[in-house]
């Protein structure tokens, strides 16, 4: 039965109640309440007194009145009890768990669908600009994005590894198409000392190491970001269905169905009553509220800290401007290049051949051709926002959920005759304690013992889950420097908040400012030494984006030497 189904009949058990409903005592008879019972738990009841009578057997329902419940009733009504407490601890916590699992469920299928979006553009800047090349770098970039994917959804696998794989696969295409155009070895086996002379001589130069950065940046606050929101569902659906001690059932029968034993069909608990009987039954659960807390409030420092190159839209959707830079910067320092690979791998047997044509799905290149600024309200920093901005509501709501179940479902209103767990009156006149274990002691109706194992283990992951969270958000304000390697020449400095060098848009206009400093590695015949002030916004692009760099016969070389100048005049 889920929470609506309860609460509806629970309504018309109470109109049933009402029509004709009069204490027992008083008419003599039984009628209402065996009608509430028999359709509370479906079914007839054998044994039912017809009228009021004594009730020695009783446990818990314990009257010097005449009663209208027996022995068997009260073990069925303390059944009823508690799964009356669960279903409105499941009505209560049914808002909270949908927006995690709705938000949860949204940002993995948003992240599936960047990273579809981050290999569409990267296969169409090999189709476009080294057509040559694009078929044999189809596989090498598809398995980079599926372990991109794997990694966010929670797989061991290292990116470190999966960056180094992604660069030592393409060096051998570089080589092969752009150092050595037009010729190329048969064998396997001297692409295969290519391959693994890339990080020896280092081709292009800082960028792998640059993508390492990002990646690891990027990727693992959003790993991190998704696990913790499995972790919340885990936690509702955990407080949804714990288990209650016998002295909890016990008040909660007390409580819920004993005035029906008196013929009390529609008296609720007096307000300072109710709140004894909840706090005591979930005073364990109160004990997860500040764990929850520091919970929700590291959630938010990690996503208002996954911005720029921590921000892994930013990262995957420009993922293919570090491959071009890559490529051209390898082209740049061929000659040299040549010569290292030379020295470790001989010289190749060279072999006409003829590169296969690019077979990039037309499809495709119809939903990724355009690359332009998203719409600000489409972004996954916002969605994330928007998100943060509804869980914190619940940041104290383990602390205060028992007082809510009193005040919006249990307990009678103020003014009117309320049940104090003996009898009808005007007000409850015991001592009512506070949340929380501690508070318990003092408890007139629940006795609270010990340690919930179940709590216990929920705050345990709570808290490693936190620890997860804060050592993933990045420290804005540390700066470090990161230097190019032997084959290049740019200085850039990289702040944790937006890394210049990674090209990140701030949040407003989303322009970016780039600064290079040009020095020896340019070819023979050009003279640019100043520095460069380069504009652009965070994700255009240079690649030809409405597809006319797929027209057959092209050659990639016209499209390197392009690159190359729009690169040194400050167009890049």
Request: proline letters at 4%.
């Amino acid at each position: 039965m889920d929470a609506q189904t309860w609460r509806v009949g629970f309504r018309c058990l109470l109109l049933l109640a009402f029509v004709g409903s009069t204490r027992s005592e008083g008419g003599q008879t039984c009628e209402e309440v065996r009608k509430l019972f028999q359709w509370r738990f479906v079914g007839a009841v054998k044994g039912w007194p017809d009228s009021p009578r004594a009730g020695p057997d009783l446990q818990v329902c314990i009257s010097k009145k005449p009663t209208c419940c027996t022995r068997k009733m009260e073990e069925r009504y303390q059944i009823a009890a508690r799964q009356d407490l669960q279903q409105v601890l499941q009505a209560s916590t049914s808002t909270l768990k949908l927006l995690i699992s709705r938000n949860a469920a949204a940002f993995q299928e948003t992240l599936e669908t960047l990273i579809r979006q981050a290999e569409n553009y990267t296969s169409i800047l090999f189709c476009n600009t080294y057509r040559n090349m694009a078929l044999e770098a189809a596989t090498a970039v598809q398995e980079f994005f599926t372990d991109v994917g794997l990694y966010l959804f929670g797989v061991d696998v290292n990116p470190e590894e999966f960056v180094n794989r992604f660069f030592d696969s393409l060096f051998p295409l570089v080589y092969n198409h752009l150092i050595n155009p037009s010729v190329t070895d048969s064998s396997l086996e001297y692409s295969e000392c290519i391959r693994m002379a890339r990080r020896d001589v280092s081709p292009f130069g800082n960028i792998p190491k640059r993508v390492m950065g990002q990646m690891g940046r990027s990727l693992l606050p959003s790993r991190t970001f998704l696990q913790a929101l499995n972790l919340g569902i885990e936690v509702i659906n955990t407080t949804d269905h714990l288990h209650f001690s016998k002295e909890c059932s016990r008040a909660l029968l007390r409580m819920q169905y004993c005035p029906h034993c008196q013929g009390l069909t529609l008296s609720k608990p007096c307000m300072g009553y109710c709140l004894n009987v909840a706090r005591g039954c979930l005073a364990h659960m109160v004990e997860l509220n500040p764990h929850w807390h520091a919970y929700i409030q590291s959630l938010e420092e990690l996503s208002n800290a996954m911005h720029g190159t921590y921000d892994v839209e930013h990262v995957l959707l420009n993922f293919h401007l570090l491959v071009n830079d890559a490529v051209i910067q390898a082209y740049l320092n061929g000659q040299k290049l040549a010569e290292q690979v030379n020295k470790i791998c001989g010289h190749p047997v060279r072999t006409p051949t003829q590169s296969p044509p690019c077979s990039f799905d037309p499809s495709k290149e119809k939903h990724g051709m355009k690359i332009s600024t998203r719409n600000g309200e489409e972004t996954l920093a916002n969605r994330r926002k928007e998100f943060i901005n509804s869980l914190r509501l619940y940041r104290s709501f383990y602390g205060s959920l028992a007082d809510q179940l009193c005040v919006n479902e249990l307990a009678a209103v103020d003014g009117l005759p309320c049940w104090n767990g003996e009898d009808l009156v005007k007000s409850y006149t015991q001592h009512v304690v506070g949340n929380g274990i501690k508070a318990q002691s003092g408890n007139p109706e629940v006795k609270v013992k010990g340690i919930d194992p179940v709590i216990n283990q929920i705050i345990d992951k709570l808290k490693h889950i936190i620890q997860l969270l804060q050592g993933r958000s990045p420290k804005p304000n540390k700066w470090e420097l990161i230097q190019l390697g032997s084959g290049g020449g740019m200085v850039e400095q990289v702040s944790g908040d937006c890394d210049d060098e990674d090209g990140c848009g701030g949040s407003g206009s989303g322009e970016v400012k780039r600064t290079l400093k040009i020095t020896n590695w340019m070819p023979d015949g050009m003279n640019f030494t100043d520095v460069k002030q380069i504009h652009h916004t965070g994700r255009s692009s240079t690649l030809d984006a409405t597809g006319a760099g797929c027209v057959a016969g092209t050659q990639p070389m016209t499209f390197i030497l392009m690159g190359v100048l729009m690169l040194l005049l400050g167009l890049w």
